[in-house]
């Protein structure tokens, strides 16, 4: 059974990071790609970055680029996000999905559970 | 970016009604449009890929159609358990971009 549970979501102030992990079973994330999407009740559910099955293949929206990086453990098979210099438009739920690509991209087939992030002074 | 529009925002209709939710892109995205159904504080669940084929498991009530920029996702019989807020997606290009959401309430 395919799962994915997000941890590390929490208070952050702003200009601040934050680290979220994304552990999977049920299959292996070295043969799909996984991306990071988020949910706010104003901007509804946005796409913020891919990673690669291979993690040699990263992309990211306009909205993080620089300040989010994506890394992946295909031996602890789990998926990080690296959250830098957070501002209050961050705040969100943050889910990731795993990503079935046929191209030209794909689409997210089981998503983890969410982690709330708060970005507030 | 692709703009993705969907209508109605909400609506309410009874159990065995027929549905339908609209999704308009702002741009030619041929056939690569997918919709998720998201219940309150529960993960966005996949429905349905390349505009309309079901994913393995999805009731046979659920359908949707359409291509270039204008798309239609369809319940045939409204069942209780559909209450839900319904999303379209296009993966044409990135940035990947989803419709900003259709609730649905059952009556």
């Known amino acids: 059974q395919v799962q994915l549970v997000e941890s590390g979501g929490g208070l952050v102030k702003p200009g601040g990071s934050l680290r979220l992990s994304c552990a999977a079973s049920?299959?292996?994330?070295?043969?799909?790609?996984m991306s990071w999407i988020r949910q706010t009740p104003g901007k509804g559910l946005e796409w913020i970055l891919y990673?690669?099955?291979?993690?040699?293949?990263?992309q990211y929206a306009d909205s993080v680029k620089g300040r989010f990086i994506v890394s992946r453990d295909n031996v602890e098979n789990s998926v990080s996000l690296q959250m830098n210099s957070l501002r209050a438009e961050d705040t969100a739920v943050y889910y990731c999905?795993?990503?079935?690509?046929?191209?030209?991209?794909?689409?997210?087939?089981?998503w983890g559970q969410g982690t709330l992030v708060t970005v507030s002074s | 970016d692709i703009q993705m529009t969907q209508s109605p925002s909400s609506l309410s209709a009874s159990v065995g009604d027929r549905v339908t939710i609209t999704c308009q892109a702002s741009h030619d995205i041929k056939k690569y449009l997918n919709w998720y159904q998201q219940k309150p504080g529960k993960a966005p669940k996949f429905l349905i890929y390349?505009?309309?084929i079901l994913e393995t498991g999805v009731p046979s009530r659920f359908s949707g159609s359409g291509s270039a920029t204008d798309f239609t996702f369809t319940i045939s019989s409204l069942q209780p358990e559909d209450s839900a807020t319904y999303y379209c997606?296009?993966?044409?290009?990135?940035?990947?971009?989803f419709g900003q959401g259709t609730r649905l309430e059952i009556k």
């Open positions: 990673s690669s099955s291979s993690g040699n293949v990263m």
């Open positions: 997606q296009q993966y044409d290009s990135l940035p990947i971009t």
């Open positions: 999905a795993r990503d079935i690509r046929l191209p030209p991209l794909g689409w997210f087939d089981s």
């Open positions: 390349d505009a309309s």
């Open positions: 049920g299959f292996r994330i070295s043969d799909h790609y």
